[in-house]
T-cell receptor, first 115, second 115 residues
Framework: AQSVTQLDSHVSVSEGTPVLLRCNYS??????LFWYVQHPNKGLQLLLK??????LVKGINGFEAEFKKSETSFHLTKPSAHMSDAAEYFC?????????????FGDGTTLTVKP | SAVISQKPSRDICQRGTSLTIQCQVD?????MFWYRQQPGQSLTLIAT?????????ESGFVIDKFPISRPNLTFSTLTVSNMSPEDSSIYLC????????????FGSGTRLTVV
């Protein structure tokens, strides 16, 4: 079985300061892990993806995430927040088993960026 | 990345009616997935659509309410039957692990409002 927990429902940062969005997962197999962003009234956009290669994954728009198996975590970070980063972020897990890619979404974290 | 096209992009429907949502992928994939995103919430998997067999539904979703067709390897439909206002959501499709574009894209979604 697979599950994902986003530890913060809301995160507020000032523009230019670091962003940390936390995600813990549970997986019976080697997981694929994803972060998606969803801007208001927009579709889902993939930020980055981990699939058992390098544990530090770099994504678009300056985001990166580190896969830590011992901590079952996949936290999303960005060194310096921009106003355009304000959005909803989803952490997603998918077991590398026979489910062929069925994904489980976290509840989401709303990121607010203050000027 | 692959293009996943969904139609319609949005619709306003009367309660008691049905709406069929189409999902077209520009490459062949074995598995396709249908998700629902209720207002202000995360995505929940409705069902897995495997070409040539019955769709597999997640807990809380039934075939009579959400019949799915998968006539070939690039196309699927989801019907929302006998709609009520509680069905007002965004419905999205995505592709499975055998696609080179797995995880990269979701359909743009169908925003359904039931009045």
């Amino acid at each position: 079985a697979q599950s994902v927990t986003q530890l913060d429902s809301h995160v507020s940062v000032s523009e230019g300061t670091p962003v940390l969005l936390r995600c813990n997962y549970s997986s019976s197999y080697s997981p694929s892990l994803f972060w998606y962003v969803q801007h208001p009234n927009k579709g889902l956009q993939l930020l980055l993806k981990y699939t058992s290669a390098a544990t530090l994954v770099k994504g678009i728009n300056g985001f990166e995430a580190e896969f830590k198996k011992s901590e079952t975590s996949f936290h999303l970070t960005k060194p310096s927040a921009h106003m355009s980063d304000a959005a909803e972020y989803f952490c997603v897990v998918s077991d590398l088993d026979t489910n062929a890619g069925k994904s489980t979404f976290g509840d989401g974290t709303t990121l607010t960026v203050k000027p | 990345s692959a293009v996943i096209s969904q139609k319609p992009s949005r619709d306003i429907c009367q309660r008691g009616t049905s709406l069929t949502i189409q999902c077209q992928v520009d490459s062949q994939v074995t598995m396709m997935f249908w998700y629902r995103q209720q207002p202000g919430q995360s995505l929940t998997l409705i069902a897995t659509a495997n070409q040539g067999s019955e769709a597999t539904y997640e807990s809380g979703f039934v075939i009579d309410k959400f019949p799915i067709s998968r006539p070939n390897l690039t196309f699927s439909t989801l019907t929302v039957s006998n709609m009520s206002p509680e069905d007002s959501s965004i419905y999205l499709c995505s592709v499975g692990r055998d696609s080179a574009n797995y995880g990269y894209t979701f359909g743009s979604g169908t925003r359904l409002t039931v009045v």
